[in-house]
């Protein structure tokens, strides 16, 4: 079997899953659709959760795409997938751990189902944004910056080690703690002209080749 379950602690009668590794070790997936039910012994389980570091360091899968149904993913769930170029969150997505993608350097999409009452991913921008608050929560090197989205969340690009360079626009408001913190390869941020932005603890700690921090 390629994954693993056990009893949701979230959701009663349902399940959460994970990898199973032994399976997947030498087994190469173009796309891996995570299911929201599941077959063991003829019986149909119901999957709303991936877990914690679920599919953590998998570097199996290209593209990855959760079912509708799944309501959580977990912390770390997918760091580690480097050969990880999309993933696809459902509708039903409903909450987002930390650091869902740390150190996913290969990674160049992220969309949420345009039925998602929670999160959207707007204008292409290939982040996760919570409609409430017009957070950006998960980002990668390709992520872009609508307006409408002022603030970008704690961790939102944490270990995003294919992010190269950075250009704050103007209607940033807030960037929470930890947001860019770990991305190793960033060189360059340049911040908007005239732009008044809060920044959270720690915004670009462990950026080790940062060398050109540009005020206009």
Not at 14 to 28: F, G, P, Q
Not at 46 to 71: L, R, Y
Not at 126 to 134: E, I, R, T
Not at 179 to 185: E, I, L, P, Q
Request: proline share 4%; with cysteine; charged share 20%.
């Amino acid at each position: 079997r390629l994954f693993r379950l056990s009893p949701s602690q979230s959701h009663r009668s349902a399940y959460t899953i994970s990898a199973n590794k032994d399976t997947l070790v030498d087994e190469i997936i173009d796309t891996l659709v995570i299911p929201a039910v599941v077959k063991v012994e003829g019986k149909e389980c119901i999957v709303k959760d991936i877990a914690t570091n679920g599919f953590a360091n998998c570097g199996f899968a290209q593209h990855v795409i959760i079912s509708e149904g799944i309501e959580t993913v977990g912390h770390a769930a997918f760091s580690g997938c480097s050969a990880m170029k999309s993933i696809a969150f459902p509708s039903s997505l409903r909450e987002l751990g930390d650091r869902v993608i740390l150190g996913c350097e290969s990674l160049e999409s992220i969309t949420v189902s345009e039925a998602n009452p929670i999160f959207d991913s707007r204008d292409g921008c290939n982040a996760v944004v919570q409609k409430s608050g017009s957070t950006m929560l998960l980002g990668c090197a390709n992520t872009s910056f609508p307006k409408g989205v002022d603030k970008i969340g704690k961790q939102a690009f944490f270990g995003c080690s294919g992010l190269e360079s950075l250009k704050i626009p103007s209607w940033i408001r807030t960037i929470g703690d930890y947001a860019f913190a770990g991305c190793t390869r960033l060189s360059g941020v340049t911040l908007p002209e005239g732009g008044e932005i809060q920044f959270g603890l720690s915004v670009f700690d462990g950026c080790s080749s940062l060398g050109q921090f540009h005020i206009p």
